[in-house]
């Protein structure tokens, strides 16, 4: 799967190198990168920083699936999708969902794609520390909401 990245670290990751190796073919038309960030805010308290854990094996086949979904609905060239794990702080960029296509469209759309699935399907618990204390994140109805759109 040489047209497939996908990789989950503690490391800061380089969108300039991500952007690179997007647009390496010549048919390449559109690309698109989307990057999350910690949020200072969240469910109204401020956040001072987060921490993500994960099973290596179960997130990576996962990760895996979801991308495989995306290449099958979208005419679409490379797939990179970068998820840091650890203790992040706020502001730090937390995720990286990046695709290439012929066309603007199905780039944007297998982009989108791919992030609500992440967000809902992938095994990562977030624990979340703010002012009165840390607790673990639970999935919201926004998310499956984004799910049904699929």
Same mark, same amino acid.
């Given at each position: 799967?040489?047209?497939?990245?996908?990789?989950?670290?503690?490391?800061?990751?380089?969108?300039?190198?991500?952007?690179?190796?997007?647009?390496?073919?010549?048919?390449?038309?559109?690309?698109?990168?989307?990057?999350?960030?910690?949020?200072?805010?969240?469910?109204?308290?401020?956040?001072?920083?987060?921490?993500?854990?994960?099973?290596?094996?179960?997130?990576?086949?996962?990760?895996?699936?979801?991308?495989?979904?995306?290449?099958?609905?979208?005419?679409?060239?490379? +797939? %990179?999708?970068? $998820? *840091?794990?650890?203790?992040? @702080?706020?502001?730090?960029? !937390?995720?990286?969902?990046? +695709? %290439?296509?012929? $066309? *603007?469209?199905?780039?944007? @759309?297998?982009?989108?794609? !791919?992030?609500?699935?992440?967000? %809902?399907?992938?095994?990562?618990?977030?624990?979340?520390?703010?002012?009165?204390?840390?607790?673990?994140?639970?999935?919201?109805?926004?998310?499956?909401?984004?799910?049904?759109?699929?």
């Amino acid at each position: 799967m040489h047209n497939i990245q996908i990789a989950v670290q503690e490391q800061p990751f380089d969108q300039n190198e991500v952007y690179r190796w997007l647009s390496e073919q010549n048919s390449v038309g559109a690309i698109v990168i989307f990057v999350g960030k910690v949020r200072d805010l969240n469910l109204g308290d401020e956040v001072s920083s987060l921490y993500l854990e994960h099973y290596p094996a179960m997130t990576k086949k996962a990760l895996n699936e979801i991308v495989t979904q995306a290449k099958a609905r979208w005419d679409i060239q490379r +797939v %990179s999708v970068i $998820h *840091r794990v650890g203790l992040l @702080q706020t502001g730090d960029e !937390i995720v990286l969902v990046g +695709v %290439s296509s012929a $066309h *603007r469209g199905d780039a944007y @759309q297998a982009n989108e794609f !791919i992030m609500d699935f992440l967000k %809902s399907r992938a095994p990562f618990w977030k624990k979340e520390r703010t002012k009165k204390g840390e607790r673990w994140i639970e999935s919201r109805d926004s998310d499956q909401e984004a799910l049904e759109r699929w």
